[in-house]
Structures are given as C-alpha cells and as structure tokens.
C-alpha cells in the first residue's frame, strides 16, 4: 500500500551561518560532534507526525534545542577529596593486607 511521506529532513549549514561567532562555531561543531557533516551541515529529520507541515515544525523545534544546550555553558567540575570515611576505609585494608603479608614470613628464630 503506498502511503502519503511526511518524513522531513531539515538542513542547516552550520559553516555559514552568520549568526554565531567563530568561537561560538567552534562550541557548537564540538558539542553537536556527530551530527555535524563533514560539509559543516547539522541534519534533524522528523516522521512522528502524520502532518509535514507538523514534522517540519518539530524538526526545526528540535534542532533550536540542540543548538541551545550547545550553546549553554556547562558548569566547571569541583574536584573533591576523599571522604574521612573512604581514608579509613583505605587505611584500615591496607594494614590487614600487611598484616596477612607478615604473617607468611618464616617463623622468628629462637636463641
């Protein structure tokens, strides 16, 4: 049975695009990785809806959200040290290990 095609591809070049900086480019090429072609173009295709019209709207919907999160800056990571806990924890198996290692020795000599 054939049926109507309302799947829908949208194409945006990302290399000519003037509406972001170089720098914000650069963001986006390394946050969007894959979805990025080798000729700079980010594709977002859409079938869930019965409707072109709708699925063109989706698709343009979602490749707004895709450049946003790309855009959006990420917060730096915080390193943090180990937990009080995790110290003992570490301490406490490491002088059993030596303990069971001591223990394999051979017996003291006795004058």
């Keep these: 049975m054939n049926k ?16 972001f900086t170089e720098p914000q480019k650069a ?11 080798a000729d700079g173009a980010v ?8 409707s ?4 063109r709207e989706a698709a343009i ?3 707004r959200e895709l450049v946003a999160d790309a855009l959006r800056p990420r917060r730096a ?4 040290g180990p937990t009080a806990a995790s110290r003992e924890t570490r301490i406490e ?11 394999r020795g051979a017996p003291p000599h006795d004058l």
């Excluded at 109507?4 to 509406?19: F, H, P």
């Excluded at 990571?77 to 943090?80: F, L, P």
């Design 4 to 19: 109507v095609e309302t799947r829908v591809e949208v194409v945006w070049s990302l290399e000519e695009s003037a509406a």
């Design 93 to 103: 198996a490491k002088r059993r290990r030596s303990e069971i290692k001591r223990s």
């Design 61 to 63: 919907e979602r490749l």
């Design 77 to 80: 990571r915080r390193a943090t």
């Design 43 to 50: 594709r977002v295709v859409s079938q869930r809806h019965r």
């Design 52 to 55: 072109q019209a709708r699925n």
């Design 27 to 37: 963001r986006l090429r390394q946050a969007l990785g894959k979805r990025v072609g």
